[in-house]
C-alpha cells in the first residue's frame, strides 16, 4: 500500500475547516479520510506558523535550509582543519 500524499491547498482547506468552521477534529477526520492525529499535527503546525506550513516536496522552511547551511559549512571547516593538521605534521617531521 502507497503512502497517499496531500497537497498544501487540501490541508489548509482541513486546518479551516476545523478552526473556522468549527468543525470537531474527530469529524472532520473522517469525513476527509485521514487520521485524527494527522489533522491535528497539521493544525499545529498551521498556527504555529501559516505562512510557512507546509512547504511542499523538496522545499524546506527558511530555518531548516539555514540549518542545512551550517552543517554543510561545519563538514568543509572540519576537512580543512584535517588537512591542516597532516600538513603541519608532515612539515613538523621533516624539519627533525
Known sequence: MQ????GREFKI?????????GVSAAQ?????DVYENVLRKWVKEFSSDPGQAFPGPGQMKPEQ??????RKEVVRLR???DILKKATAFFARDAL
Open 79 to 81: 576537512a580543512e582543519r
Open 3 to 6: 503512502r497517499r500524499k496531500f
Open 28 to 32: 472532520a477526520a473522517r469525513d476527509l
Open 13 to 21: 482547506e482541513a486546518v479551516r475547516l476545523i478552526k473556522d468552521r
Open 65 to 70: 535550509a539555514e540549518i542545512d547551511r551550517l
